[in-house]
Nanobody, 126 residues
């Protein structure tokens, strides 16, 4: 049984940093496409960063240079280091897995990812 549990969200001022974690169980994170997604109120869920089983990572344009997606294969955990946060980064953040593929992982559409965590809220104030 695949389970994903996020943590690390919170409130921070613009320019600050947060690190999100996603503990995975029931499978090995190197097997599937893994991703971080976010959804702001009234907006469509969007891909933030995705990574394939070999670690190749794709970032959404607005977070390039600010966010870093990493994996700890021993802990079977994903991380999203978020620096230089902006108010427009405010959203519920989710980690997700696509068990149907392990390479050529897409940022979207989000519905391709079939396992989801419960989400963790990130709020950035000015």
């Amino acid at each position: 049984q695949v389970q994903l549990v996020e943590s690390g969200g919170g409130s921070v001022q613009a320019g600050g940093s947060l690190r999100l974690s996603c503990a995975a169980s029931g499978y090995t994170i190197s097997s599937y496409c893994m991703g971080w997604f976010r959804q702001a109120p009234g907006k469509e869920r969007e891909g933030v960063a995705v990574s394939d089983g070999d670690g190749a990572t794709t970032y959404e344009d607005s977070v390039k240079g600010r966010f870093t997606f990493s994996k700890d294969y021993v802990k079977n955990t994903l991380y999203l280091q978020m620096n230089s946060l902006k108010t427009e980064d405010t959203a519920m953040y989710y980690c997700a897995a696509d068990s149907k593929r392990g390479r050529w992982c897409p940022l979207g559409p989000w519905v391709q990812y079939n396992y989801w965590g419960q989400g963790t809220q990130v709020t950035v104030s000015s």
